[in-house]
């Protein structure tokens, strides 16, 4: 029997992308599920989603009151997979930033990883259609989480991962610092701190089909600070594991 998969989709204002990227996921991993998570989304992706949900009965939708940010819609991924009862969760951008041609690769290396990861920084990775400040910016980010949070994997700050729910489910989700981009850096720490095995797989990113990146310099600044606060978080030994129930 295999193991049942949820694929979740965090989307906002991503109409134009989602009615073409369900089916390249579907087509790649015939077996999954998928779960959109729409923050409200004033272009109507929501509204979209619900119309293919009610077409398939492996799509799924939740909605959310507005924009809240990718590191909560992310979580709200994991308690629906938790929730559910699903044994492996691959997370991926809408936007065919992420192509699903690499799932059948995140998925084999399940059966020797906890968390896999689609890495642009391994042989035979790599990113098409960026410019130098974006390279830079990056580089530089995935440095900075490696030197405070202890990680040694090479891209930290992609999403394109597929994590064992098993393991996921011993992380108390309530501690979680981050909101917005720096989630990624903190979820590979946590996992890290649980014992997680990793294993990256070369994937190639490509810039978005449609529509424009949410990445801006308030989110930079705001996720060097979150990191900044996790490694002294990792200094202190903080828990990142629930809390032992008391004794009945």
């Known amino acids: 029997m295999s193991d049942r998969l949820l694929v979740t989709l965090c989307t906002y204002n991503e109409r134009e992308n989602l009615g073409e990227i369900i ?21 109507g992706t929501g509204q979209l989603a619900d119309e293919l949900a009610a077409q398939d009965s492996r799509v799924h939708v939740l909605h959310r009151a507005g924009k809240l940010g990718l590191g909560t819609a992310t979580l709200a991924g994991f308690a629906y997979a938790i929730e559910q009862g699903y044994d492996l969760l691959i997370n991926l951008d809408a936007d065919f930033s992420h192509h699903p041609r690499h799932l059948p690769a995140l998925l084999e290396c399940m059966s020797r990883a906890d968390v896999s990861i689609g890495s642009r920084y391994v042989v035979g990775g790599g990113v098409v259609g960026w410019g130098l400040k974006r390279h830079l910016m990056s580089q530089g980010i995935n440095w900075y989480a490696r ?29 979680f610092r981050a909101r917005g981009y720096a989630f990624q850096e903190e979820v590979l720490y946590r996992c890290r701190r649980i014992g997680c095995r990793f294993e990256e797989t070369p994937i190639m990113f490509e810039d978005r089909r449609y529509g424009e990146s949410k990445i801006n310099l308030r989110e930079v600044i705001e996720a060097l600070r979150v990191l900044l606060v996790l490694g002294w978080d990792n200094v202190r030994g903080v828990p990142v594991t629930k809390p032992a129930a008391a004794p009945g």
Request: charge should be positive; charged fraction near 30%; aromatic fraction near 8%.
């Open 23 to 43: 089916p390249e996921i579907f087509r790649f991993a015939p077996h999954a599920n998928i779960l959109v998570i729409d923050d409200n989304s004033p272009d």
């Open 147 to 175: 030197l405070l949070l202890r990680l040694r994997t090479k891209d930290n700050s992609g999403s394109y991962r597929c994590y064992r729910i098993a393991k996921l489910r011993e992380l108390d989700l309530s501690k």
